[in-house]
Nanobody, 120 residues
Framework: QVQLVESGGGLVQAGGSLRLSCAAS????????MGWFRQAPGKERKFVAAINWSGGSTYYTDSVKGRFTISRDNAKNTVYLQMNSLKPEDTAVYYCAANKGIVTIASDYWGQGTQVTVSS
């Protein structure tokens, strides 16, 4: 069982930065791939970024490449999403996910979400 708690969301102006954190419980954090998804009002939840168990491989959706960076600290059981050059279209609830295999919308564990609002 893994419990995930996101933090770091908030209101920021376009062009600004935020860093999201996702703290995981349990002693097997390092065996899970981790990911971030986001859901805008009235829209489906979509993939943003993922990182493998070691941190050696990362993946991004095209719209955030070059602006967002996913990282993890297995000693702290935490995964991060550094978001730079934020745009109004990045506004959404951001969710952290954990999965033994590839992180997808069907991942086993989810956090409660943290709101990110980017004003123009």
């Amino acid at each position: 069982q893994v419990q995930l708690v996101e933090s770091g969301g908030g209101l920021v102006q376009a062009g600004g930065s935020l860093r999201l954190s996702c703290a995981a419980s349990g002693r097997t954090f390092s065996s899970y791939a981790m990911g971030w998804f986001r859901q805008a009002p009235g829209k489906e939840r979509k993939f943003v970024a993922a990182i493998n168990w070691s941190g050696g491989s990362t993946y991004y959706t095209d719209s955030v490449k070059g602006r967002f960076t996913i990282s993890r600290d297995n000693a702290k059981n935490t995964v991060y999403l550094q978001m730079n050059s934020l745009k109004p279209e990045d506004t959404a609830v951001y969710y952290c996910a954990a999965n033994k295999g590839i992180v997808t919308i069907a991942s086993d564990y989810w956090g409660q979400g943290t709101q990110v609002t980017v004003s123009s």
